[in-house]
């Protein structure tokens, strides 16, 4: 992998993930085909009912980039084996049933239109074919066989009739070995099909990045933390836990501190609305993020900070102090190997007044209270690049 394909990907750092499909209509989460033991005609019926009249791509960006996300991953199939694009070796898909309409082109022609970068999710397993289901033991002859040959023809189609695509987001790979799935092979005819492509780590190899679920777990090498908003990647009508725009950028930032992404997650309902908590949500994670931008966009692990009151990232020579325990009006850090120059508050504008012994500094004359209520963000500025007084304290 070409370390540029990674640069765009590492300075977005946030972005936003959708998980839709029919399994949005009775909106119980989307492993309802399972979890309910669907007989697989049954839950084709679904099929005929998803016409997402309030389907517009455009709106989902326009949500995406008011919160400051940089890209956006559409399950183009999930494990139910339902795909929102038009395929050729199967008829589960959504321009042959009740849609009518290839979702992914509209999707894919509205990304290009307001330039968002986007990736497909792609579940390898598809639970029609029973040697895909998690429990039942591998057989030779069983049915993953032709699930596979169909995720081999439906990935080139994918890699294929779209134009180049920004990220491939595997999933769902049961039986758990990479050699059933062929996965080199794959991933050699993808990497062939579109050469600028990055490819996460789930069909079992390990290609370009880790994706911890639900868990901030940094990686030595790229990673992306994916999250829900609530408890459920599918929209699931009852789900109303939850977190709040403090919640999310807490781990944003968490993840930006550890050189990491943050990937989260919105459920659109069976018609393609985003729930509108969801949008709320975002809408005050959007406004922290234009007022502190640049302790995210590009940014990563600083070489110190204020441990005790929250994380730190750092970009060019700047560390930025994202911190989430307010001390008062005066912010104590050590283990500064550098001359601090400045200190401001991102969100006001205003400077501290700095005091500086060896590596440690108290930044004087702030507000006595939190100046932004998400999280208030100081960008410490230098000379040159930062320094820790101590390589020990990394
Ligand atoms: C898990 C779940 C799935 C979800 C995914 C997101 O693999 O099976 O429903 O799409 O995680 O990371």
Avoid at 45 to 63: G, K, R, S, T
Avoid at 140 to 159: F, G, K, M, N
Avoid at 224 to 241: I, P
Wanted: net charge negative; aromatic share 12%; with cysteine.
């Amino acid at each position: 992998m070409k370390q540029s394909n990674l640069t765009w990907w590492q300075e977005a750092r946030f972005g936003m993930f959708i998980h839709w499909g029919v399994y949005s209509i009775p909106g119980r989460g989307e492993w309802l085909f399972y979890q309910e033991h669907f007989p697989v005609e049954e839950y084709a019926q679904l099929a005929q009912q998803f016409n997402p009249m309030h389907y517009d791509p455009h709106e989902w960006i326009a949500v995406a980039k008011d919160a400051g996300m940089k890209y956006i991953v559409l399950t183009t199939r999930h494990h139910d084996g339902f795909c929102l694009f038009d395929s050729k070796v199967s008829d589960f898909t959504a321009p042959k049933t009740g849609a009518g309409r290839d979702l992914i082109a509209e999707f894919v022609e509205a990304c290009r239109a307001e330039k968002m970068k986007f990736g497909f999710y792609y579940s390898l397993m598809d639970w029609r074919f029973p040697g895909t289901r998690p429990h039942l033991p591998v057989q030779p002859d069983s049915t993953y066989v032709s699930a596979v040959e169909q995720a081999h023809a439906q990935i080139r189609e994918l890699c294929t009739n779209y134009g180049p695509i920004d990220i491939l987001w595997y999933d769902g790979m049961h039986p758990g070995k990479p050699e059933l799935w062929r996965s080199e092979q794959l991933n050699a005819m993808v990497r062939q099909l579109q050469p600028n492509i990055l490819i996460n780590n789930r069909a079992g190899t390990p290609e370009d990045f880790g994706t911890p679920e639900n868990v901030i777990t940094p990686e030595s090498r790229p990673w992306e933390a994916c999250y829900t908003m609530n408890r459920t990647w599918g929209y699931a009508r009852y789900d109303r836990n939850y977190k709040s725009a403090i919640e999310i950028v807490r781990l944003l930032t968490t993840c930006v501190a550890e050189n990491g992404n943050l990937l989260l997650n919105i459920g659109p309902d069976g018609e393609g609305r985003f729930p509108i908590e969801s949008v709320e949500i975002l809408r005050h994670v959007g406004c922290w993020m234009r007022m502190n931008a640049e302790a995210i966009y590009g940014a990563g692990m600083a070489p110190f900070g204020a441990p005790a009151l929250g994380v730190a990232s750092r970009k060019g020579n700047n560390v930025y102090l994202l911190i989430q325990r307010w001390p008062g009006s005066t912010v104590p850090l050590a283990w500064c190997g550098s001359k601090v120059k400045s200190a401001r508050l991102l969100s006001t504008g205003q400077f501290a007044r700095i005091e500086q012994t060896g590596d440690r500094v108290w930044l004087h004359a702030l507000p006595e209270y939190p100046p932004d209520p998400i999280m208030s963000v100081i960008e410490l500025a230098f000379d040159g690049e930062p320094r820790a007084s101590s390589p020990a304290y990394c």
